[in-house]
């Protein structure tokens, strides 16, 4: 069964304070896996696409990297703007879905 | 360029009440879909469309019901509401017909109560 978890659930950092966020997956075949930032009362918005292991894409203080069988958010140096849940998700081979980890709340204090 | 616009934004309906949730899009795309988002449990499909013509049942297609009018526009109906469906709705949409650029864009949601 095609699989999306998140980890952690929340992270409290301090302003300045670099970590990742965790994405573990199980598809049958990856035709990518997406980023998403969602804040309170909006819908989630597209941050980065990955299709293959060993891919990274940067944007800002965010990088995004892809194995196979997981993918990391990186924040460095992060600002209190950079407060939001931060949502992973699959799509896999063969179908139109995609598939939604329960994301990560980040909270980031000044 | 809007993107995918939902309507209405808010919503509270009583028990047993009916009504359609609209959603549109303005980027061409091929596949839309219906998504509900619930404190702890993230992002579930309820229905999804490929293309024009066609729709499909997701995770949790129970009391629910979709029409693809045509390839801007899907919406959601909720035939009887019942108080487990209150929830916040996403609409969105994709180009999966690429090879690359598959990205999903998402509507600003519509927040619904069943009382």
């Known amino acids: 069964e095609d699989q999306v978890t998140q980890s952690p659930e929340a992270l409290r950092l301090q302003e300045g304070e670099s970590s990742s966020l965790n994405c573990s997956y199980t598809?049958?075949?990856?035709?990518?896996l997406f980023w998403y930032r969602q804040d309170p009362g909006k819908g989630p918005e597209f941050l980065f696409t990955l299709y293959s292991a060993g891919e990274e894409k940067e944007k800002e203080r965010l990088k995004a990297t892809l194995t196979k069988k997981e993918s990391f958010l990186h924040i460095t140096a992060p600002k209190p703007e950079d407060s939001a849940t931060y949502l992973c998700?699959?799509?896999?081979?063969?179908?139109?879905?995609?598939?939604f980890g329960t994301g990560t709340r980040l909270k980031v204090l000044a | 360029n809007a993107g995918v616009t939902q309507t209405p934004k808010f919503q509270v309906l009583k028990t047993g009440q009916s009504m359609t949730l609209q959603c549109a899009q303005d980027?061409?795309?091929?596949?839309m879909y219906w998504y509900r988002q619930d404190p702890g449990m993230g992002l579930r499909l309820i229905y999804y469309?490929?293309?024009?013509?066609?729709?499909d049942k997701g995770e949790v297609p129970n009391g629910y019901n979709v029409s693809r009018l045509n390839k801007r526009e899907f919406s959601l109906r909720l035939e009887s509401a019942a108080p487990s469906q209150t929830s916040v709705y996403f609409c969105?949409?994709?180009?999966?017909?690429?090879?690359?650029?598959?990205?999903?864009?998402f509507g600003q949601g519509t927040r619904l109560t069943v009382v």
């Open positions: 598809v049958s075949g990856l035709r990518g």
């Open positions: 469309s490929a293309s024009e013509g066609t729709t």
């Open positions: 998700a699959v799509h896999p081979s063969g179908t139109y879905k995609y598939i």
């Open positions: 969105a949409s994709s180009e999966t017909g690429g090879l690359m650029n598959t990205e999903a864009f």
């Open positions: 980027m061409n795309h091929n596949s």
